[in-house]
């Protein structure tokens, strides 16, 4: 070989070895500068003390987009909404798949106000309440009171009914006179826990997937409502007001015969499927509520404006199912609640005025969850 063949084939080989890193080295700051993006994206919806968030995405973009519930396999998401990119006037009920970005679909008649929906044993049909029966019509929303006080509608024509995902009522479970609502279903899949005013008050109760076997579980004056089961379908977590002076209880009452709650004052309790060894487990002040079993079954996820002044803004919060270990888990400056574990729990869906322009639309999150 020439001294010149020589090094020409060592000038070759270096360039050669040059370009191979010039190339590599582009390709590492594409793929990092990409990454950076994507973990940017991520960063803007979820504040950082949120460590048992991962990848939070934004599932809706405007409207009041609330309590989503996942599907027994965790694939799609039912939830209630008054959008007017949906077209609805009042809460209907949509179902969705969170994670191929599909476009909501209406399962509710479209006619009068709904909520509460969950989806039953199969994931082909979903229960919730609905005031159609009563009126088609939107039903009127409280005004502002003279007293200040911030309630919520306890519309009389609340039934509870089941429907497919293609929006065809198959079954009527409940039809007595008064509120009937707030309807969950059990891990199990073999009961259902609703809210219903049918005795005076606002108590807890228990059915059939068919709504047969009706059965009392609380009978204590004031709201309970809001009961979701434990993971093994043993127990129910729910929130309630309980009224206990002279003047709180002359207030409940009128304010219940007129339809209506206060739920600024509300403490999580709970308790057997059957209402035996009820227990308080907040004690907090202010309201407490939508809360959710972690799936461990030893701890609660729940909503609270307990640190606040002015009652707002709330926030999520974790406690032992003994009351202990008290854990701050979102850190939003406006709005964080209706939390609900996928059965795996992976996942946690919730509800946000996060990242709305400083608006005030609600919105759906999902984000992974992080022990």
């Known amino acids: 070989m020439s001294r010149q063949n ?21 390709s590492c700051t594409q793929k990092t500068t990409q990454e950076t993006n994507e973990s940017t994206t991520v960063d803007t919806l979820r504040y950082q003390d949120e460590k ?11 409207g009041d987009n609330a309590e989503a519930y996942w599907s027994f396999d965790g694939s799609m998401l039912t939830f209630q909404s008054t959008s007017e990119q949906l077209g609805t006037e009042c ?14 679909k209406l399962i509710s008649t479209g006619k009068g106000r709904t909520t509460c929906s969950y989806f039953l044993p199969g994931d082909t049909t979903v229960v919730y309440a609905s005031t159609h029966l009563g009126n088609e019509a939107c039903p009127p929303v409280p005004e502002r009171r003279s007293d200040g006080k911030y309630v919520w509608p306890i519309y009389p024509d609340f039934d509870i009914f089941v429907t497919d995902l293609n929006g065809n009522i198959v079954k009527q479970l409940t039809n007595e006179p008064g509120y009937d609502a707030e309807a969950t279903v059990s891990p199990k899949g073999d009961k259902i826990v609703f809210t219903s005013l049918r005795t005076g008050d606002l108590e807890l109760y228990t059915m059939n997937l068919d709504g047969s076997d009706v059965k009392q579980v609380t009978n204590a004056l004031g709201y309970d409502g809001g009961a979701f089961f434990s993971p ?14 002279e003047e709180e209880i002359k207030v409940y009452k009128e304010l219940l015969s007129e339809g209506l ?22 004690n907090l002040g202010k309201a407490n509520w939508c809360p959710f079993f972690h799936p461990s079954g030893d701890k609660v996820i729940f909503a609270s404006n307990h640190e606040t002044e002015r009652g707002f803004p709330f926030n999520l919060y974790m406690i032992n199912v003994d009351g202990t270990g008290l854990e701050r888990i979102t850190h939003d400056d406006t709005f964080d609640a209706f939390p609900m574990f996928s059965q795996d729990g992976k996942y946690l869906v919730f509800s946000s005025n996060r990242n709305n322009g400083g608006g005030r639309d609600t919105n759906l999150f999902f984000a992974e969850w992080v022990e």
């Open 232 to 245: 093994d379908g043993t127990k129910l977590i729910f929130r309630a007001s309980r009224p206990k002076t």
């Open 261 to 282: 709650v206060m739920p600024t004052q509300m403490e999580l309790f709970i308790c057997n499927v059957d209402g035996s060894d009820l227990r308080q487990i907040t």
């Open 6 to 26: 020589y090094y020409f084939k060592q000038y070759h080989m270096r360039f050669l070895i040059i370009i191979l890193a010039f190339i590599l080295a582009v």
């Open 52 to 62: 048992h968030l991962k990848n939070i995405k934004k599932l809706t973009f405007g």
């Open 91 to 104: 809460d209907q009920i949509f179902y969705m798949d969170p994670f191929q970005g599909s476009a909501p």
